[in-house]
């Protein structure tokens, strides 16, 4: 999936691109040829998966009575559903 992101505004331009699995381009005469995008999610949000299983952890190590966990009790009464 192509994941690329531009906002434009009056003062300029901001783009998020998809993550690739190198850094290298090369524009020569046969055109400009860049690295192939991650396949799947999990290998293009590696990282972010990783913080947010690490945090999820972390909340139910620290039981139902951490402040973290009274934060997000919280947080989900403000959800318009519940």
């Known amino acids: 999936y192509d994941q690329r992101v531009e906002a434009f505004g009056e003062k300029g331009m901001l783009t998020a691109k998809n993550e690739m699995t190198n850094t290298v381009e090369l524009a020569n005469a046969n055109g400009h040829l860049m690295p192939p995008a991650e396949w799947s999610f999990p290998?293009?949000?590696?990282?972010?998966?990783?913080?947010?299983?690490?945090?999820?952890?972390?909340?139910?190590?620290?039981?139902?009575?951490?402040?973290?966990?009274?934060?997000?009790?919280?947080?989900?009464?403000?959800?318009?559903?519940?």
Request: charged content about 35%; aromatic content about 8%.
């Open 43 to 82: 290998e293009r949000y590696r990282e972010a998966y990783r913080i947010e299983l690490t945090e999820f952890l972390d909340l139910v190590k620290a039981g139902p009575q951490s402040e973290a966990h009274k934060a997000e009790q919280q947080q989900m009464l403000r959800h318009p559903r519940i």
